[in-house]
């Protein structure tokens, strides 16, 4: 007999049991359970089982009833901006005028506490909505957004790692801050914020042309004395901003190397884009054990270049999905998975259904270094997962109902699929968000 504290799921579920090394292994490691049963206590998962094995041992009335339902992990972004969201969809400009027209002033906004708690509400409820439970996320330079968007988030008990934006130089003066207050300022926040509960605190240098060496040096020292932190940033995006670096770096053999120089690579070090790297950035990624976080929406809606997912995986480089919201288009991961697929069409690269939605999940995780803790359906792990409702409009429908096989269904979902799709959202073991039957089905 089941606990009485236990919660049971009866659904279709798929994830990821391993990770992989090569997407050739990935199918390997994927688990799909047509009629399952999903047993929670305290948060964690105890166990999934086919409902056949389970059903003579399972007080059947207590089970949640979700068949025709599919619940996967929920997805992880591996790279965001919440003070962005108000801004997004801002028309015409590439990077560096994007941020200086539409980025700079929406971000001059959150030294206002209230401000602040409002969008930080209305971002988690954005990623709830999307079915994504964790992500890595950019504040603005000031300390208060970050205390907003972890009051929020731990109100939910999401797992979420923030920090505070780190500049010091080529911005409006309402956003810079010398080295020594930068320093200071975070320090506070990783001394409230850093590993208490489900929250985790990101050192976040805005990316190096806003960056000053001395500014560079205050995140590695950060970083030396709290070393289980975690260092998010941007890197090689645009060409502009690449010649930029080199203009302001000249002393620094690339790009990566103005951020290795100060000792911020490495595992829990996490870059944004990676789109233009030249051989020997590809080869300290991987010796340093970085991340990198592949925006497809972003990098299409400033036309900033293609990811080379191909070569990551040879170069063995961890590897997660980011929305990048406010450049990114969307907060939902089947959108962006569809647009991954597209990145991988322009360079015949063929992104399966299968490696798209681990990278969306147990791939994002070890990209985040907390595959021990989210990502599949393994006994122990936190219970943050999606229901999905596999098909909602007519066309889905039709698309959905033709598929052969879980692959196919799998990859309608993230060519058709969208926020209309994700009909409830689980942190912890508890049901943070569920959508109105109604508006699923307009
Ligand atoms: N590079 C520096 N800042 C930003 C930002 O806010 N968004 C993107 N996409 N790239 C950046
Ligand atoms: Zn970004």
Redesign the pocket.
Known sequence: MPYASETLLRASFFDFTALASQPDDIAAHARYLEDGLLTLREGKVVSLENWEIAEGRTDTARVIDLRGKLIVPGFVDTHT?YP?TEMIGAFGEQ?LE??NQY?FPVEGQYHCPDHAAQMSAFFLQQLLSNGTTTALV?GTVHKQSVDALFQAAQQLDMRLIAGKVMMDRNAPAYLTETPEESYQDTRELIERWHQRGRLSYALTP??A??SSPELLEKVRQLRSEFPDTWLHT?LS??QQ?ITWVKSLFPERDCYLDVYHHHQLTGKRSVF??CLHLEENEWQCLHDTDSSIAF?PT?NLF?G?GLFNIKRCWQQGVRMGIGT?V???TTFNMLQTLGEAYKVGQLQQYKLSACEAFYHATLGGAHALDIDDKIGNFNPGKEADFVVIDPAVSPLQKLRSGNSKDIWERLFVMMTLGDDRNIAQTWVSGKPVWQREREEATV
């Open positions: 901006h962005q990077l994007w941020l980025t950019f805005r990316f042309p806003t941007h995006e645009n901003e944004a884009h925006c972003s400033l900033s990048d406010g450049a990114g």
